[in-house]
Protein backbone atom coordinates (compact mmCIF):
# COMPACT_ATOMS: atom_id res chain seq x y z
CA UNK A 1 0.00 0.00 0.00
CA UNK A 2 0.94 3.99 -0.24
CA UNK A 3 2.47 5.24 3.08
CA UNK A 4 0.97 8.38 4.94
CA UNK A 5 3.19 11.17 4.31
CA UNK A 6 3.10 13.76 6.55
CA UNK A 7 5.35 16.66 7.75
CA UNK A 8 5.70 15.19 11.02
CA UNK A 9 7.00 11.28 9.76
CA UNK A 10 10.72 13.27 8.71
CA UNK A 11 13.81 11.88 9.89
CA UNK A 12 16.79 14.20 11.67
CA UNK A 13 18.42 13.50 7.83
CA UNK A 14 15.57 15.62 6.21
CA UNK A 15 15.85 18.59 8.72
CA UNK A 16 16.12 22.09 7.23
CA UNK A 17 19.41 24.03 7.56
CA UNK A 18 19.40 25.16 10.85
CA UNK A 19 16.18 23.82 12.10
CA UNK A 20 18.06 20.98 14.62
CA UNK A 21 20.24 24.08 15.95
CA UNK A 22 17.61 26.39 16.51
CA UNK A 23 15.28 23.49 18.28
CA UNK A 24 18.14 22.46 20.44
CA UNK A 25 18.64 26.23 21.28
CA UNK A 26 14.83 26.83 21.88
CA UNK A 27 14.56 23.89 24.96
CA UNK A 28 17.79 25.05 26.47
CA UNK A 29 17.84 26.67 28.95
CA UNK A 30 13.90 25.92 29.94
CA UNK A 31 14.52 26.24 34.18
CA UNK A 32 11.94 22.74 34.33
CA UNK A 33 14.32 20.73 32.40
CA UNK A 34 15.64 18.15 34.46
CA UNK A 35 18.91 18.20 36.53
CA UNK A 36 19.55 14.66 36.74
CA UNK A 37 16.62 12.95 34.87
CA UNK A 38 17.19 11.69 31.30
CA UNK A 39 15.66 13.79 29.39
CA UNK A 40 15.61 14.82 26.05
CA UNK A 41 17.59 17.91 24.55
CA UNK A 42 14.50 18.94 22.42
CA UNK A 43 11.92 17.17 21.44
CA UNK A 44 9.93 14.75 22.91
CA UNK A 45 10.98 11.71 24.77
CA UNK A 46 8.70 8.79 25.57
CA UNK A 47 9.43 4.59 26.43
CA UNK A 48 13.13 3.45 27.59
CA UNK A 49 14.31 1.09 25.01
CA UNK A 50 16.99 -1.50 24.81
CA UNK A 51 18.19 -1.13 28.56
CA UNK A 52 22.16 -2.76 29.29
CA UNK A 53 25.61 -2.48 30.51
CA UNK A 54 27.52 -3.38 27.43
CA UNK A 55 31.25 -2.79 27.52
CA UNK A 56 31.68 -0.99 30.26
CA UNK A 57 28.43 1.76 30.01
CA UNK A 58 25.60 1.52 31.21
CA UNK A 59 23.22 2.49 28.16
CA UNK A 60 19.61 3.82 28.26
CA UNK A 61 17.93 4.38 24.52
CA UNK A 62 14.47 6.27 24.26
CA UNK A 63 11.91 7.17 21.93
CA UNK A 64 12.73 10.27 20.43
CA UNK A 65 10.65 12.53 17.95
CA UNK A 66 13.07 15.26 17.38
CA UNK A 67 10.93 18.49 15.30
CA UNK A 68 8.72 19.33 18.52
CA UNK A 69 6.58 18.29 21.61
CA UNK A 70 4.16 15.52 19.82
CA UNK A 71 4.25 11.72 18.54
CA UNK A 72 5.78 11.69 15.18
CA UNK A 73 8.50 10.01 13.43
CA UNK A 74 10.22 8.20 15.73
CA UNK A 75 13.84 7.75 16.58
CA UNK A 76 16.24 5.68 19.29
CA UNK A 77 18.39 8.53 21.06
CA UNK A 78 21.10 7.14 23.14
CA UNK A 79 23.00 8.12 26.78
CA UNK A 80 25.42 6.17 28.89
CA UNK A 81 26.81 6.35 32.11
CA UNK A 82 29.13 4.64 34.33
CA UNK A 83 27.35 4.69 37.18
CA UNK A 84 23.42 5.06 36.41
CA UNK A 85 23.99 8.79 37.85
CA UNK A 86 26.18 11.11 35.44
CA UNK A 87 24.58 10.47 32.05
CA UNK A 88 26.42 11.04 28.56
CA UNK A 89 24.86 12.21 25.35
CA UNK A 90 25.37 9.77 22.48
CA UNK A 91 24.60 10.00 18.70
CA UNK A 92 21.67 9.29 17.64
CA UNK A 93 21.56 5.47 17.73
CA UNK A 94 18.41 4.69 15.02
CA UNK A 95 17.31 7.13 12.26
CA UNK A 96 14.19 5.40 10.54
CA UNK A 97 15.50 5.56 6.93
CA UNK A 98 14.16 2.38 5.55
CA UNK A 99 11.23 0.96 4.02
CA UNK A 100 10.12 -1.32 6.83
CA UNK A 101 10.31 1.48 9.70
CA UNK A 102 8.96 4.01 7.44
CA UNK A 103 6.83 5.90 10.29
CA UNK A 104 9.25 5.22 13.28
CA UNK A 105 11.77 2.90 14.90
CA UNK A 106 9.62 1.98 17.97
CA UNK A 107 10.01 0.58 21.51
CA UNK A 108 12.42 -2.38 22.10
CA UNK A 109 15.18 -4.28 23.73
CA UNK A 110 18.53 -5.13 23.98
CA UNK A 111 20.52 -8.06 24.13
CA UNK A 112 24.47 -8.98 24.09
CA UNK A 113 24.96 -11.96 22.24
CA UNK A 114 28.65 -12.77 20.31
CA UNK A 115 30.32 -9.94 22.51
CA UNK A 116 27.61 -7.15 20.20
CA UNK A 117 24.59 -5.31 21.78
CA UNK A 118 21.74 -6.53 19.53
CA UNK A 119 19.01 -4.22 19.53
CA UNK A 120 15.41 -5.27 18.90
CA UNK A 121 12.89 -2.68 17.46
CA UNK A 122 9.93 -2.59 15.95
CA UNK A 123 9.24 -0.79 12.76
CA UNK A 124 6.19 1.01 12.43
CA UNK A 125 4.73 1.43 9.31
CA UNK A 126 1.22 3.45 8.90
CA UNK A 127 -0.94 3.03 5.44
CA UNK A 128 -3.20 6.18 7.10
CA UNK A 129 -4.59 7.09 10.49
CA UNK A 130 -6.45 3.83 10.96
CA UNK A 131 -4.22 1.15 9.29
CA UNK A 132 -0.86 0.37 9.85
CA UNK A 133 1.11 -2.66 10.20
CA UNK A 134 4.56 -3.28 12.11
CA UNK A 135 7.96 -5.47 11.68
CA UNK A 136 10.22 -6.86 13.71
CA UNK A 137 13.71 -5.63 13.26
CA UNK A 138 17.30 -5.74 14.58
CA UNK A 139 20.32 -3.09 14.79
CA UNK A 140 23.68 -3.96 16.22
CA UNK A 141 26.14 -2.32 18.81
CA UNK A 142 30.00 -3.07 18.22
CA UNK A 143 32.25 -2.65 21.37
CA UNK A 144 33.34 0.57 20.17
CA UNK A 145 29.36 2.16 20.44
CA UNK A 146 29.12 2.15 16.74
CA UNK A 147 25.79 0.94 15.46
CA UNK A 148 24.26 -0.49 12.19
CA UNK A 149 20.91 -2.10 11.31
CA UNK A 150 20.82 -5.70 10.42
CA UNK A 151 21.32 -6.06 6.33
CA UNK A 152 18.72 -8.80 6.58
CA UNK A 153 16.11 -6.92 8.14
CA UNK A 154 13.17 -7.20 9.37
CA UNK A 155 13.36 -10.21 10.82
CA UNK A 156 9.82 -10.57 11.03
CA UNK A 157 7.80 -8.91 8.27
CA UNK A 158 4.37 -7.83 9.21
CA UNK A 159 1.79 -9.08 11.96
CA UNK A 160 0.66 -12.79 11.94
CA UNK A 161 -2.75 -13.79 10.97
CA UNK A 162 -5.54 -12.61 13.62
CA UNK A 163 -3.76 -9.58 15.11
CA UNK A 164 -4.50 -5.84 14.35
CA UNK A 165 -1.38 -3.81 13.12
CA UNK A 166 -0.94 -3.24 16.58
CA UNK A 167 2.23 -5.62 17.58
CA UNK A 168 5.31 -4.33 18.97
CA UNK A 169 7.82 -3.87 21.52
CA UNK A 170 10.18 -6.98 21.07
CA UNK A 171 11.39 -7.83 24.57
CA UNK A 172 14.34 -11.20 24.24
CA UNK A 173 15.74 -12.59 26.63
CA UNK A 174 17.04 -16.48 26.31
CA UNK A 175 16.06 -19.50 28.56
CA UNK A 176 17.70 -23.16 28.45
CA UNK A 177 19.07 -22.35 25.39
CA UNK A 178 17.21 -20.93 23.40
CA UNK A 179 15.36 -17.24 22.59
CA UNK A 180 12.36 -15.84 23.65
CA UNK A 181 10.81 -12.72 21.92
CA UNK A 182 7.46 -11.50 23.72
CA UNK A 183 5.43 -8.79 21.41
CA UNK A 184 2.34 -6.62 22.56
CA UNK A 185 -0.56 -7.35 20.19
CA UNK A 186 -4.22 -6.39 19.51
CA UNK A 187 -6.18 -9.42 18.52
CA UNK A 188 -8.60 -8.40 15.58
CA UNK A 189 -11.54 -8.51 17.86
CA UNK A 190 -9.90 -5.29 19.77
CA UNK A 191 -8.71 -6.98 22.92
CA UNK A 192 -5.27 -7.04 24.22
CA UNK A 193 -2.45 -9.63 24.06
CA UNK A 194 1.09 -11.05 24.57
CA UNK A 195 2.59 -13.32 21.20
CA UNK A 196 5.52 -15.12 21.76
CA UNK A 197 8.24 -16.39 19.67
CA UNK A 198 11.16 -18.75 19.47
CA UNK A 199 14.68 -18.88 17.81
CA UNK A 200 18.14 -21.06 18.11
CA UNK A 201 20.25 -17.80 17.14
CA UNK A 202 18.39 -14.55 17.91
CA UNK A 203 17.81 -14.17 14.28
CA UNK A 204 15.61 -16.31 13.01
CA UNK A 205 12.02 -16.52 14.65
CA UNK A 206 9.25 -18.94 14.41
CA UNK A 207 5.56 -17.09 16.07
CA UNK A 208 4.39 -20.13 18.64
CA UNK A 209 1.34 -18.27 19.53
CA UNK A 210 0.01 -16.43 22.43
CA UNK A 211 1.09 -16.71 26.26
CA UNK A 212 -1.86 -17.46 28.48
CA UNK A 213 -1.78 -15.03 31.11
CA UNK A 214 -4.39 -16.71 33.47
CA UNK A 215 -5.53 -14.16 35.77
CA UNK A 216 -5.51 -10.64 33.68
CA UNK A 217 -6.94 -10.44 30.25
CA UNK A 218 -8.14 -6.14 30.11
CA UNK A 219 -6.87 -3.93 27.69
CA UNK A 220 -7.81 -3.31 24.05
CA UNK A 221 -3.60 -3.21 23.52
CA UNK A 222 -1.18 -4.41 25.68
CA UNK A 223 1.90 -2.21 24.87
CA UNK A 224 6.36 -2.73 26.18
CA UNK A 225 6.26 -6.10 27.72
CA UNK A 226 8.86 -6.65 30.20
CA UNK A 227 9.95 -10.17 31.45
CA UNK A 228 12.46 -11.35 33.83
CA UNK A 229 13.31 -13.82 37.15
CA UNK A 230 13.30 -12.18 40.41
CA UNK A 231 13.86 -14.36 43.62
CA UNK A 232 12.43 -17.52 42.28
CA UNK A 233 9.73 -15.40 40.76
CA UNK A 234 8.50 -14.52 37.30
CA UNK A 235 7.55 -11.03 36.97
CA UNK A 236 5.63 -9.72 34.22
CA UNK A 237 5.34 -6.33 33.32
CA UNK A 238 2.59 -5.09 31.42
CA UNK A 239 1.87 -1.60 29.60
CA UNK A 240 -1.86 -1.37 29.11
CA UNK A 241 -4.00 0.65 27.04
CA UNK A 242 -7.96 0.61 27.79
CA UNK A 243 -8.14 -0.29 30.85
CA UNK A 244 -11.41 1.03 32.88
CA UNK A 245 -10.99 2.72 36.20
CA UNK A 246 -11.59 1.47 39.60
CA UNK A 247 -11.39 3.12 43.20
CA UNK A 248 -7.50 3.70 43.58
CA UNK A 249 -6.63 1.86 39.97
CA UNK A 250 -5.76 2.87 36.39
CA UNK A 251 -6.70 6.24 37.01
CA UNK A 252 -4.27 7.30 33.89
CA UNK A 253 -5.12 7.30 30.32
CA UNK A 254 -3.20 4.35 30.07
CA UNK A 255 -1.41 2.24 32.98
CA UNK A 256 1.05 -0.72 33.98
CA UNK A 257 0.48 -3.60 36.12
CA UNK A 258 2.96 -6.21 37.18
CA UNK A 259 2.12 -10.16 37.48
CA UNK A 260 3.91 -12.32 39.94
CA UNK A 261 3.80 -16.22 39.06
CA UNK A 262 4.85 -18.50 37.12
CA UNK A 263 5.70 -18.66 33.22
CA UNK A 264 5.91 -22.04 31.46
CA UNK A 265 6.77 -21.40 28.11
CA UNK A 266 6.21 -24.95 27.33
CA UNK A 267 2.81 -24.48 27.37
CA UNK A 268 2.86 -20.94 26.84
CA UNK A 269 1.44 -19.99 30.13
CA UNK A 270 1.86 -17.47 32.93
CA UNK A 271 -0.05 -18.02 35.89
CA UNK A 272 -0.63 -15.19 38.23
CA UNK A 273 -0.11 -15.46 41.65
CA UNK A 274 -0.51 -11.77 42.51
CA UNK A 275 -1.18 -8.34 40.44
CA UNK A 276 -1.20 -5.13 41.04
CA UNK A 277 -0.70 -1.44 39.29
CA UNK A 278 2.96 -0.85 39.44
CA UNK A 279 3.42 2.47 40.12
CA UNK A 280 0.16 5.03 41.65
CA UNK A 281 1.60 8.32 40.38
CA UNK A 282 0.32 10.81 37.57
CA UNK A 283 2.85 10.03 34.79
CA UNK A 284 4.43 6.56 34.48
CA UNK A 285 4.43 4.32 31.79
CA UNK A 286 6.38 1.81 28.96
CA UNK A 287 9.21 0.65 31.86
CA UNK A 288 11.81 -1.56 31.41
CA UNK A 289 14.16 -3.45 33.38
CA UNK A 290 17.49 -5.09 32.68
CA UNK A 291 19.97 -6.82 34.89
CA UNK A 292 23.55 -5.15 35.68
CA UNK A 293 26.56 -6.74 36.74
CA UNK A 294 25.77 -6.46 40.32
CA UNK A 295 22.94 -8.52 39.54
CA UNK A 296 20.47 -6.08 40.83
CA UNK A 297 17.10 -5.94 38.78
CA UNK A 298 17.18 -2.00 37.96
CA UNK A 299 13.65 -0.41 35.94
CA UNK A 300 13.76 2.78 34.11
CA UNK A 301 10.07 4.37 33.03
CA UNK A 302 8.88 6.89 30.81
CA UNK A 303 7.77 9.58 33.51
CA UNK A 304 5.13 10.87 31.04
CA UNK A 305 1.58 9.99 29.55
CA UNK A 306 -0.09 9.58 26.51
CA UNK A 307 -3.00 11.79 25.41
CA UNK A 308 -2.09 14.76 27.79
CA UNK A 309 -0.73 18.30 26.92
CA UNK A 310 1.98 19.28 29.02
CA UNK A 311 3.31 22.44 30.33
CA UNK A 312 6.55 22.90 28.31
CA UNK A 313 4.90 21.46 25.10
CA UNK A 314 5.28 25.43 23.59
CA UNK A 315 8.99 24.68 24.63
CA UNK A 316 9.53 22.41 22.13
CA UNK A 317 10.57 19.25 24.63
CA UNK A 318 8.52 17.09 26.66
CA UNK A 319 8.85 14.40 29.69
CA UNK A 320 12.05 12.59 31.19
CA UNK A 321 12.64 8.90 32.01
CA UNK A 322 12.10 8.15 36.16
CA UNK A 323 15.15 7.41 38.34
CA UNK A 324 16.91 3.76 37.63
CA UNK A 325 15.09 2.12 40.56
CA UNK A 326 16.11 -1.06 41.97
CA UNK A 327 13.20 -3.55 42.10
CA UNK A 328 13.18 -6.01 45.06
CA UNK A 329 10.65 -9.10 45.42
CA UNK A 330 9.04 -9.22 49.06
CA UNK A 331 6.90 -12.03 48.99
CA UNK A 332 5.01 -11.05 45.83
CA UNK A 333 5.14 -7.75 46.11
CA UNK A 334 7.19 -5.32 43.93
CA UNK A 335 8.91 -3.04 46.43
CA UNK A 336 11.42 0.00 43.63
CA UNK A 337 14.10 1.35 45.35
CA UNK A 338 15.93 4.17 44.04
CA UNK A 339 19.19 2.77 42.80
CA UNK A 340 21.88 3.75 45.59
CA UNK A 341 24.37 5.17 43.31
CA UNK A 342 22.38 9.06 43.65
CA UNK A 343 23.65 9.35 46.75
CA UNK A 344 26.37 10.71 44.72
CA UNK A 345 24.54 13.28 43.76
CA UNK A 346 24.17 15.26 47.33
CA UNK A 347 25.42 18.41 48.17
CA UNK A 348 24.88 20.33 51.45
CA UNK A 349 22.10 18.58 53.80
CA UNK A 350 20.48 19.40 56.51
CA UNK A 351 18.50 17.54 59.66
CA UNK A 352 15.63 18.30 61.42
CA UNK A 353 13.89 16.46 64.10
CA UNK A 354 10.67 17.27 66.54
CA UNK A 355 7.44 16.72 67.44
CA UNK A 356 4.14 18.62 65.90
CA UNK A 357 0.87 18.98 67.98
CA UNK A 358 -2.47 19.52 66.47
CA UNK A 359 -2.44 21.98 63.61
CA UNK A 360 1.53 22.55 63.87
CA UNK A 361 3.71 23.13 60.79
CA UNK A 362 7.57 22.54 60.27
CA UNK A 363 8.74 24.48 57.83
CA UNK A 364 12.10 23.48 55.65
CA UNK A 365 13.50 25.57 52.67
CA UNK A 366 13.47 23.33 49.40
CA UNK A 367 15.74 23.90 46.17
CA UNK A 368 14.60 23.37 42.48
CA UNK A 369 16.55 19.71 42.54
CA UNK A 370 16.54 17.61 46.29
CA UNK A 371 15.80 14.67 48.07
CA UNK A 372 13.87 14.49 51.08
CA UNK A 373 13.66 11.89 53.63
CA UNK A 374 10.67 11.76 56.42
CA UNK A 375 10.04 9.57 58.69
CA UNK A 376 7.39 9.98 60.87
CA UNK A 377 6.63 8.07 63.87
CA UNK A 378 4.74 7.77 67.28
CA UNK A 379 1.98 8.83 65.17
CA UNK A 380 -1.08 9.85 67.25
CA UNK A 381 -2.39 12.20 64.09
CA UNK A 382 -5.38 10.84 61.91
CA UNK A 383 -4.18 13.26 59.17
CA UNK A 384 -0.81 14.65 58.29
CA UNK A 385 1.83 14.71 55.34
CA UNK A 386 3.81 17.36 53.22
CA UNK A 387 3.36 19.88 51.21
CA UNK A 388 6.01 20.38 48.37
CA UNK A 389 6.52 22.79 45.58
CA UNK A 390 4.77 25.39 47.64
CA UNK A 391 4.32 29.24 47.82
CA UNK A 392 2.04 31.78 48.72
CA UNK A 393 0.51 30.64 45.26
CA UNK A 394 0.38 27.26 45.15
CA UNK A 395 1.69 23.89 46.62
CA UNK A 396 1.45 19.70 46.36
CA UNK A 397 0.46 17.71 48.87
CA UNK A 398 1.10 14.06 49.84
CA UNK A 399 -1.53 13.45 52.61
CA UNK A 400 -1.91 10.69 54.89
CA UNK A 401 -4.77 8.93 56.10
CA UNK A 402 -4.66 6.66 58.83
CA UNK A 403 -8.39 6.21 59.76
CA UNK A 404 -9.06 5.42 55.75
CA UNK A 405 -5.91 4.00 55.23
CA UNK A 406 -4.97 5.72 52.38
CA UNK A 407 -2.13 8.10 51.21
CA UNK A 408 -2.81 11.08 48.75
CA UNK A 409 -1.48 13.08 46.12
CA UNK A 410 -2.94 16.07 44.78
CA UNK A 411 -1.86 18.00 42.35
CA UNK A 412 -4.69 20.25 42.31
CA UNK A 413 -3.20 23.28 43.81
CA UNK A 414 -0.82 23.65 41.20
CA UNK A 415 -0.46 26.98 39.15
CA UNK A 416 0.18 24.98 36.03
CA UNK A 417 -2.00 22.66 35.70
CA UNK A 418 -2.51 19.55 33.18
CA UNK A 419 -4.15 16.58 32.33
CA UNK A 420 -7.10 17.87 34.83
CA UNK A 421 -9.61 15.82 32.59
CA UNK A 422 -7.70 12.90 34.07
CA UNK A 423 -8.23 14.00 37.66
CA UNK A 424 -6.34 16.45 40.10
CA UNK A 425 -5.44 13.55 42.56
CA UNK A 426 -3.73 9.94 42.93
CA UNK A 427 -4.42 7.44 45.76
CA UNK A 428 -3.45 3.85 47.16
CA UNK A 429 -4.63 1.77 50.09
CA UNK A 430 -2.08 1.67 52.56
CA UNK A 431 -1.79 1.04 56.06
CA UNK A 432 -0.54 3.29 58.61
CA UNK A 433 0.62 2.24 61.75
CA UNK A 434 2.91 4.08 64.03
CA UNK A 435 5.91 4.48 61.31
CA UNK A 436 5.72 5.71 57.81
CA UNK A 437 8.45 6.53 56.00
CA UNK A 438 8.64 8.93 52.91
CA UNK A 439 11.53 9.59 50.03
CA UNK A 440 10.71 11.93 47.99
CA UNK A 441 13.24 12.89 44.89
CA UNK A 442 12.12 16.42 42.92
CA UNK A 443 13.99 17.49 40.04
CA UNK A 444 12.62 20.86 38.85
CA UNK A 445 9.77 19.36 37.00
CA UNK A 446 9.38 15.94 38.05
CA UNK A 447 9.13 14.10 41.40
CA UNK A 448 9.08 10.97 42.52
CA UNK A 449 7.33 9.27 45.70
CA UNK A 450 8.35 6.15 47.87
CA UNK A 451 6.62 5.37 50.55
CA UNK A 452 7.60 2.42 53.12
CA UNK A 453 10.75 1.41 51.29
CA UNK A 454 9.28 1.41 48.24
CA UNK A 455 6.38 -0.23 48.53
CA UNK A 456 4.29 2.39 46.87
CA UNK A 457 5.79 5.02 44.62
CA UNK A 458 4.08 8.08 42.86
CA UNK A 459 5.58 9.73 39.79
CA UNK A 460 4.42 12.66 38.63
CA UNK A 461 5.71 15.70 36.78
CA UNK A 462 4.62 19.57 38.65
CA UNK A 463 5.60 22.51 37.25
CA UNK A 464 5.99 24.86 39.94
CA UNK A 465 6.82 29.07 39.80
CA UNK A 466 9.94 29.98 40.27
CA UNK A 467 9.28 30.66 43.74
CA UNK A 468 7.61 27.57 44.71
CA UNK A 469 10.55 25.84 46.88
CA UNK A 470 8.96 25.80 50.47
CA UNK A 471 8.50 22.06 52.31
CA UNK A 472 5.72 22.21 55.11
CA UNK A 473 5.54 18.80 57.32
CA UNK A 474 1.45 19.61 58.63
CA UNK A 475 -0.20 17.14 61.26
CA UNK A 476 -3.73 16.96 63.22
CA UNK A 477 -2.69 15.36 66.55
CA UNK A 478 0.12 14.80 67.51
CA UNK A 479 3.59 12.77 65.88
CA UNK A 480 7.33 12.73 65.93
CA UNK A 481 9.52 13.59 62.70
CA UNK A 482 13.43 12.98 61.64
CA UNK A 483 14.24 15.08 58.23
CA UNK A 484 17.12 14.59 56.17
CA UNK A 485 16.99 16.94 53.10
CA UNK A 486 19.52 17.55 50.78
CA UNK A 487 20.36 19.38 47.62
CA UNK A 488 20.99 17.27 44.52
CA UNK A 489 23.39 18.33 41.47
CA UNK A 490 25.09 17.10 39.39
C1 LIG B 1 4.30 3.11 24.29
C2 LIG B 1 4.42 3.09 22.76
C3 LIG B 1 4.96 1.77 22.29
C4 LIG B 1 5.59 2.14 20.97
C5 LIG B 1 6.15 3.52 21.27
C6 LIG B 1 6.14 4.45 20.10
O1 LIG B 1 4.38 4.38 24.83
O2 LIG B 1 3.15 3.37 22.19
O3 LIG B 1 4.00 0.75 22.18
O4 LIG B 1 6.59 1.25 20.57
O5 LIG B 1 5.35 4.05 22.30
O6 LIG B 1 6.83 5.63 20.42
Not at 7 to 18: C, E, F, N, S
Not at 49 to 54: A, K, Q
Not at 190 to 212: H, N, P
Not at 294 to 314: C, H, I, K, M
Request: hydrophobic share 35%.
Amino acid sequence: GTVLQETKYRTIYQARKGELQSLRRMAKDDPWKPIYHIHPPYGLMNDPNGLSYFNGYYHVFYQWYPFGAIHGMKHWAHVRSKDLVHWERMPVALVPTEWYESHGAFSGTALEKDGQLHLYYTGNVKFDEANRSANQCLAIMDPAFRIHKYKRNPLIKGTPKGYTGHVRDPKVFKKDGLFYMFLGAQRNDLTGTLLVYESQDAIGWEFKGELQVEGWSKGRMWECPDFFWLNGKDVLILSLQGVEKNEHNYHNVYNVIYLVGELDLARLSFKVDYCRELDKGFDFYAPQTFADPQGRRVLFAWAGSGEVAYPTDPHGWAHCLTLPRELILDGTKLKQKPIGELVRLREQGLTVAGQLEKGEKAVINGDDAFELNVRFTEIAADRFGIRFCQSDREEVTLLFDKRKAVVTLDRSQCAHRFGEQFGTVRSEELPIGDDVSVRIFVDRSVVEIFLQDGEVAFTSRVFPLGESRGITLFADGKLDFHVEKYALAR
